[in-house]
């Protein structure tokens, strides 16, 4: 080990909480990072929101902090967790993260920093198999046919040899397998477990290691379902901590909306006939009205569903109820459920199965009766269809409410963070969304340099969007760009219907290679993206975060319009006619801002490294036609803005004559 290795190794032991110059030390150009990790370069921007947050930790404060790409947030905020001796929970937005955080990101900080605190990763119940529900699998006919035999066997054989029962492990059966639902641990089945039981319970064992680490890393659906049980004062997933990290914290509201709302869907329904005739079998034979009551269940759900017309649709429940069929469907469902309760209430006592299905069945009956009663106006009243199915939706007009509440009961440092937080230099929508109050705050630039390695094309004299060609002016704009960027494109849609006729048109007409969203899983669709080096690639919503191309193969990225969320939308317009009714602009207050943070989201997949360059064009005029123009451009990267196509055919033949 090198002098400079010791003097750092014994500079890392001497961190103090909420010293200035600690942070700037470990993430410089002199510290451990710098001596350890290959390519490491000290970014001012990193070191900035490192010291803010340790000093957040330090001062039990709240911190909102936006990092621009390439800032390296991660390591901001796991050396201060790993330096300051506290318990820790880190919450990611989605399940990959938090593999990534927990796998690669923390390992290497640890090893880095010579401080290893016990570290836990901690999933939802589905995310583990359950041992108990793979025996009672292997007896279902349903799971018979070969393919899914196959898989099933393949789930059986590791189950035995796994140690941590994590479905991630398993790479030959597809996430979108249907065995998995039969599998995996669920509330239903394994909330009453045995004492002889719970030795081999994964979920558990993954729990009790969660309770006695320093470090949890969990994902915002486990931390807002635990959030949601404090709120209710039914008990709690995750154990206290001194310390909560969110990362991708833009994601929370939408979040925490749906783990402070309720839900039924016919599924629940479904499964809840199909068990209570599966324990029936086992446990109360003799108890006929059970099997009966099981199946008068299972048609009143089939004939709720055709209640509502043949169509998929997501729509006001307002819209529906005074309707004679649907009303009728609905009060014979809820007439079903309870006549299922009475003899699952009397045998309950014959087994677990019994009442596990007793207690889901009241469950049913309550969020039924708290959906057909209108009169809590907190709540936004929907319905969704699917080709077989429905969901019955109970969603906070906001989550400010609650979640401050949840806030103000867990007494610790807050910090949120994200690449995108802030409109227009302002962090009052995300606060206002989650009900913060007295929070410090930072903003740090992407390190990249913008103005050099990348071009903000707008074409000029584009259609406004609502007319007729706008879509084929998008198409002729996409076609030069990617004929200029030699491929290497993202073309990102706000809507499925355009993603379709552009991906219509372009498999005739492109020279590129074209993938679209859905016709391969998504990490599949980036990896063959990549790999191919000049491909084009059509995607909407999912592919506007998340989705990291480093290097040449992502030159140019291209977005049809304003990602404005629909106005049918029925939990949208229900929050916009509250805002209304409050006496608050809700274009400005909330459409406006939830629309810039989604197009900083979009721009955001272009440049993904220091040496990265290329083109991000934005088709829609509005961004230069209207008032609210200059927010979405004034919360973006500063990049130079150009007009002309030819402009964006010089810089591209400028980077090759670079290389």
Known sequence: MSEESVTSASEIAALSLGDPDSMAFVLGDHGPFADSKPGFRARTEQQQLATAIDTCIAESNILIGEAGTGVGKTFAYLVPALTCGKRVIISTGTRHLQDQLFHTDLPVVRRTLGRHPRVALLKGRANYVCKRRVERAMRNP???????????????????????????????????????????????????????????????????????ATIVVVNHHLFCADLALKEGSFGEILPDADVVVIDEAHQLPDTAAVFFGRRLSSRQLFDLARDSQAEFLTEAPDVTE??????????????????????????????????????????????????LFEPLDIASVRGKGLESCRRRCLAHMEVLESYTDQRDEDYIHWFETYRTGFSLNLTPQNVAKPFSNALSQLKCSWVFTSATLAVNGSFEHFQNQLGIEDASEIQVDSPFDYKKNALLYLPANMPQPQQPGYDAAVL?????????SEGRCFILFTSHRALELAAAEMRRSCRFPVLVQG?????????????????????????????????????????????????????????????????????????????????????????????????????????????????????????????????????????????
Request: charged content about 25%; hydrophobic content about 40%.
């Open 476 to 484: 002729r704009v996409a076609a030069e760009v990617v004929d200029a």
């Open 290 to 339: 059970i099997r009966d009551r099981s199946a008068a269940l299972e048609k009143a759900t089939r004939d709720f569903r055709l209640s509502l017309g043949i169509d998929q649709r997501r729509d006001a429940w307002a819209v529906v109820e005074s309707k004679s069929a649907v009303s009728s469907a609905l009060t014979h469902l809820q007439e079903t459920l309870e006549l």
């Open 519 to 659: 016709q391969m899983p998504k990490r599949e669709l980036v990896d063959a993206f990549q790999s191919m080096g000049n491909a084009v690639l059509l995607g909407t919503s999912s592919f506007w975060e998340g989705v990291d191309v480093r290097g040449s193969a992502l030159s140019s990225v291209i977005i049809d319009k304003l990602p404005f969320a629909s106005p049918g939308d029925p939990v949208l317009q229900a929050r916009i006619n509250g805002l209304k009714k409050n006496g608050i602009n809700a274009f400005a207050e909330y459409q406006l801002p939830k629309a810039v943070l989604t197009l900083k989201q979009g721009v955001g997949r272009l440049i993904r490294d220091v040496n990265d360059r290329g083109v991000m064009v934005i088709c829609d005029p509005r961004l230069q036609t209207k008032d609210y123009g200059s927010t979405f451009l004034n919360s973006l990267p500063g990049m130079r803005a150009v007009q002309k196509p030819h402009s964006v055919v010089q810089f591209f033949r400028q980077g090759d004559t670079a290389s």
């Open 142 to 212: 349903a799971l018979r046919e070969p393919a899914l035999s196959a898989q099933l066997a393949q789930i059986r054989n590791w189950s035995d040899q796994t140690s941590t029962g994590d479905i991630s492990e398993v790479l030959d059966v597809p996430e979108s397998s249907p065995v998995w639902g039969h599998v995996t641990s669920n509330d239903d089945f394994c909330s009453d477990h045995s004492p002889e039981d719970l030795g081999g319970c994964f979920v558990n064992k993954a729990r009790k290691r969660a309770m006695d």
